[in-house]
């Protein structure tokens, strides 16, 4: 049956709020809305933080006006692990022993101190392989947000990592589009993800972001990380305004995640050589850079688009507009609270 669920993306640099309320041909958007994220501080204890992200997100989610306290809320990826393997076709009680052993070989806590959860994603018979998503997570994170959820008067019904609710949002808004790489750029990360027939079967995360963006042009500029910020917003890998210069700063950064989508288009056509990939989506808060959509575009040549997790919602016409273009920062939340609609 399906479920009223506020989505809860707490980010590094914002949190994010959505919440979809079930409806016969479509969800429907009740409250969306984001604030920023607070700030660890050296004269800031552990304790004291807790306490302050608890009463950001009361605040947000007082201000959205929502009608549920249950919420699905996302763990930050740079903290989490998430594989797929491939393996022998095994039981159900041959895959849970096999899943521990697998998990040794690559999570980096004692086994002990981990939630370890995994889903099937597809079977071979033929090659007598199964592909297996496998997720870990310290029990130390889980219980950290399960405090500050808890504090901030919600009740967590789910906790997810983030690259799985954006995969839910972008299959449920494409529905047309089968194979994909979704390109999930964030303040802190960015995240790859491979899908084959809507589903996830290759991601990779790397500790590029909008922030490091913003500070290799104060290095570079010599700015103060506020105009760093402006002209990454305004100017972005534009190749003509400034003559590029912005651009040039930037590409480099972004080489390495280019490499590597490359790599992964390659690996889809060795598992799937009748197939092809045909559409790159961008998301999350610093997708908005300009002239990158144009650049990846021309790069690989494939049909490139600023994903927009508001389609096939429905929103308010008075609100759509407000809230059109800040959308991609919403995709995670949007995927979180779709989860059990």
């Known amino acids: 049956m399906a479920r009223t669920l506020i989505g809860l ?6 949190i994010k709020a959505v919440q979809l309320n079930p409806q016969k041909n479509q969800p429907a958007l009740h409250a969306a809305g984001f604030i920023p994220s607070p700030r660890p501080a050296p004269s800031v204890d552990a304790v004291a933080f807790e306490h302050q992200l608890a009463a950001s997100i009361n605040h947000l989610i007082h201000d959205m006006k929502v009608s549920t306290v249950d919420v699905s809320a996302s763990l930050p990826s740079s903290k989490v692990v998430t594989r797929i393997i491939e393996i022998p076709i095994l039981s159900d009680k041959e895959l849970d022993s096999s899943i521990q052993w697998e998990a040794e070989q690559f999570i980096p806590w004692q086994l002990s101190k981990v939630k370890i959860d995994y889903a ?11 592909k297996v998503l496998l997720v870990a997570a310290p ?3 889980i219980e950290f947000y ?8 919600l009740n967590p019904i789910a906790l997810e990592t983030e690259i799985l609710s954006v995969t839910r949002s972008v299959t449920y808004s494409l529905p047309t589009v089968s194979n994909a790489v979704v390109l999930s750029f964030g303040a802190s990360n960015i995240e790859i993800a491979l899908l084959h027939q809507k589903k996830l079967v290759l991601t990779k995360a790397f500790p590029v972001g909008g922030n490091t963006i913003t500070r290799a042009l104060a290095e570079e500029l010599g700015f ?27 590409s480099p950064l972004l080489s390495v995640i280019f490499t590597d989508i490359e790599k992964s288009i390659v690996y889809f056509k060795e598992q799937y050589p009748t197939e092809d990939v045909t559409t790159i989506a961008i998301t999350g808060g610093s997708a908005k850079l300009p002239g990158l959509v144009s650049h990846i575009t021309k790069y690989f040549g494939l ?7 508001l389609t096939n ?3 308010d016409p008075s609100i759509a507009s407000i809230l059109n273009p800040d959308a991609p920062y919403y995709t995670a939340a949007i995927g979180l609270a779709l989860k059990e609609i």
């Open 9 to 14: 993306d707490i980010g590094t640099h914002t």
């Open 120 to 130: 099937i994603i597809s079977s071979d018979v033929e090659k007598k392989k199964m």
């Open 303 to 309: 049909d490139c688009q600023l994903f927009n997790p």
């Open 224 to 250: 103060e990380t506020m105009q760093a910020e402006e002209y990454k917003k305004t100017y972005g890998m534009d190749e003509v305004k400034l003559e590029g210069k912005i651009a040039k700063i930037i």
């Open 146 to 153: 399960m405090r500050v959820i808890n504090q901030a008067g």
């Open 139 to 141: 029990l130390e994170l």
């Open 313 to 315: 919602l429905y929103v």
